[in-house]
């Protein structure tokens, strides 16, 4: 029974084999459009979270409790770094850094701009969030006073690699200082803060200028996902400062929460499009053959099993539709996961954002099963109307209008 | 096996074009009968053959089938009904397009749940008594209007109703096919012991058949066994 049920819905799918595969290529190409669109969205979102979480808080941030309200040198984490070897050995943590900031004022020989001196372990900072891939211009190297400055601080300063600055600050007792250091990179973060105002020295050689114990630091970065570690943290380390990736960053939380809507919105006009697309097929579709639905009732099929054929033809072009789509989509998303999509002709506007010029896609399993579930129901609901006409259908009047 | 008490039928009840289609219908129908509804065009055969087939109710009155009262069943009951008992001919073929002779004889037999071992065996009986086996693969609109009636009358039969209604089988069949046709639902009624119900005014069908019910207005004015 089961079998001739599905047997006439594959073959009245293709009854009018032009209308079907034309709503099977609407399907397919919305949905991988759709696929895309998603991707590279979280994509912009992913890559800016990576690169904020890299080049800066990591996943948690610990801190001294005063310093994120008065970034003074007083404040700093005492202790840090066998704070940092506790850490290291703990269930979760991937990697653990220790970082010096001090603001001052960072000059050239004509022009001076705010900027944060970052105090870092390059071979550490290496392990915990690849810093060398943040290179845009240079080499990677702190010996002999050297400076790594942020791309759009050097673009103020109008500096480049193998230029000499001058980094003033207050000491740890109170002493106004400065330093000469030779710029032998740039870098680019995306983190819009560090590419403004940062520049990276040694910590050891950060430590000296400002007079801090080496032992001390302001920052204590941590890379772990795991969940349990941040509650960890933060009874182990009451007395400090434990943030997470997310509170340290709420604008990057609104920009995932605004993604999620264009996400939403692109499914929903996707959606209502593959469902407007199966209607007018099932539609018209059903009312050609009315007369043959009012037979097989005359002669004794059930409206059930009809409206089961109805179902399953509906969910055929679905999952025709779905399968192209999802083929298409994903090699789609695995081009713009390699090769990513160029947008170098709005690089400043997508810097001012902490987007790089070059967005790569990211590919889900939930963007196939999410869009699997969701053709599935467009399938279901678009023969709701098309059905009601068979179940009103008097087989007598079939019968009597084909005379 | 049928019997049919005072049966009432009208169309457009209460409405100023009310039609009386069937009026006080008393009629008893035995097992392996080979009978026509008789009559001038409008007289009520069609309705009164749509009424037994459980295709329609009636105003008033009772239907009985195997001493059933089946006048007051629910749709449900009477697709099931339909399903069991009865066979339907009618006069456009109505074969579903998209499956060919085989299945298309055997759709009844699936629905009623026989196995496929069965139903392969029960087509090729019927088609070859109809002389259709040699075109069990062909879809309908590869056959021609007799070939496809005889097609009909296999869905018909193959799953072993006890009634056949047939309405205008030959309408749209010429003379010759016609008697084929005839020829063949006279020797299904012999060789099956089904009771077949015609619905015509084609004097071919006259010919064949045992017994006349003639209908004038819709009420039964003459009912004469050959």
């Known amino acids: 029974m089961y079998k001739l049920i599905l047997k006439l819905a594959w073959k009245n799918s293709f009854l009018r084999r032009s209308r079907t595969l034309l709503v099977i290529i609407m399907i397919a190409v919305s949905m991988s459009m759709m696929l895309a669109i998603e991707g590279i969205y979280d994509g912009m979102v992913e890559n800016m979270v990576d690169k904020n979480k890299r080049s800066d808080s990591g996943d948690i941030s610990i801190f001294a409790k005063e310093y994120r309200i008065n970034k003074d040198l007083a404040y700093m984490i005492k202790n840090a770094d066998e704070i940092k070897a506790q850490i290291e050995n703990m269930q979760g943590a991937q990697a653990v850094v220790l970082r010096v900031k001090a603001e001052g004022l960072l000059s050239t020989a004509r022009k001076s701009s705010f900027a944060s001196v970052v105090g ?6 290496e392990r915990f969030g690849k810093f060398s891939e943040f290179l845009k211009e240079g080499s990677i190297d702190l010996q002999k006073q050297g400076a790594i400055v942020g791309i759009e601080l050097a673009k103020t300063l109008k500096v480049g690699v193998g230029s000499k600055v001058v980094f003033s600050t207050q000491d740890i007792r109170g002493e106004i200082n400065s330093i000469a250091l030779y710029v032998r990179a740039i870098v680019q973060t995306t983190n819009i803060s560090l590419d403004n105002s940062a520049i990276f020295i040694d910590i050891n050689q950060l430590h000296k200028f400002l007079g801090t114990d080496s032992k001390n630091a302001m920052q204590i970065a941590i890379r772990g996902e795991d969940k349990e570690l941040y509650g960890k943290l933060k009874i182990a380390f ?16 609104q920009m995932q ?3 999620i809507i264009f996400n939403s919105v692109t ?26 639905f009012g037979i097989m009732i005359s002669v004794g099929m059930h409206y059930k099993y009809i409206r089961l054929q109805i179902f399953l033809e509906s969910i055929v072009i679905g999952v025709l539709g779905y399968l192209s789509g999802a083929v298409l989509g994903a090699v789609l ?3 713009l996961e390699h090769y990513g999509i160029d947008l170098s002709a709005f690089s400043d506007a997508l810097a001012t954002w902490g987007y790089e010029a070059v967005i790569y896609a990211t590919i889900k399993v939930s963007y196939f099963t999410t869009t699997l579930g969701a053709i599935m129901a467009a399938s279901i609901f678009s023969v709701i109307i098309p059905l009601r006409k068979i179940k009103k259908l008097n087989p007598i009047e079939v019968i009597k209008a084909e005379k | 096996m049928i019997k049919l008490q005072n049966v009432n039928k009208y169309f457009f009840k209460g409405e100023p074009r009310e039609v009386h289609a069937l009026r006080d219908i008393n009629l008893s129908i035995e097992a392996g009968e080979f009978t026509l509804f008789g009559g001038s065009s409008g007289c009520g055969k069609t309705t009164l053959l749509n009424i037994i ?10 239907i009985y089938l195997q001493d059933k009262e089946i006048g007051s069943l629910d749709e449900e009951s009477r697709t099931t009904l339909r399903l069991n008992e009865l066979g339907f001919v009618f006069q456009a073929y109505n074969l579903i397009p998209v499956l060919n002779v085989e299945e298309n004889i055997g759709f009844v037999m699936r629905l009623r749940g026989f196995s496929d071992k069965e139903i392969k065996q029960r087509v090729l009986e019927v088609a070859t008594l109809l002389e259709i086996d040699n075109k069990l693969k062909s ?16 869905r018909a039969v193959a799953a072993k109703p006890k009634i056949i209604l047939a309405d205008e089988p030959t309408a749209n069949l010429d003379s010759n096919n016609s008697k084929i046709l005839m020829n063949m639902m006279r ?6 012991g089904v009771s077949i119900l015609f619905a015509s005014h084609d004097e071919l069908i006259m010919e064949s058949v045992r017994r006349i019910v003639t209908l004038n207005d819709g009420a039964i004015v003459d009912d004469n066994e050959m």
């Open chain 2, 139 to 154: 879809l309908p609109n590869a056959l021609s209007g007799g070939q496809q009636q005889r097609v009909a009358v296999a």
């Open chain 2, 187 to 192: 020797e299904l009624n012999e060789k099956e």
């Open chain 1, 257 to 259: 929460d605004l993604m």
């Open chain 2, 53 to 62: 087939g459980a295709l329609d109710s009636c105003d008033s009155g009772k």
């Open chain 1, 120 to 125: 870092i372990d390059l071979q550490a900072e």
């Open chain 1, 333 to 335: 998303l695995t081009y």
């Open chain 1, 238 to 253: 009451a007395n400090l400062d434990v943030k997470s990736f997310l509170e340290l960053q709420p604008m990057i939380k």
């Open chain 1, 267 to 292: 499914f929903l006009i996707v959606m209502g499009v593959v469902f407007i697309g199966i209607f007018g097929v099932m539609y018209v579709s059903i009312l050609d053959r009315v007369r043959e």
